[in-house]
């Protein structure tokens, strides 16, 4: 089963771009960076 896509996470203190919550749980793990939003995301 396969993830939907309905956020997108950019992180403002280094403007990475992510598309799963599981990625930005371990950006926050491994770089500690914490100002990480989502943005609505319409196909």
């Keep these: 089963m396969s993830e939907q896509i309905d956020n997108i996470y ?3 203190d280094c403007t990475a ?3 799963f919550k599981s990625d ?3 950006h ?3 770089v500690g960076h914490k100002n ?3 943005f ?3 196909p």
């Design 28 to 30: 926050q793990q491994k």
């Design 24 to 26: 930005v749980e371990e």
């Design 10 to 12: 950019v992180c403002h």
């Design 17 to 19: 771009v992510f598309l």
């Design 40 to 42: 609505p995301f319409a």
């Design 36 to 38: 990480i939003r989502p």
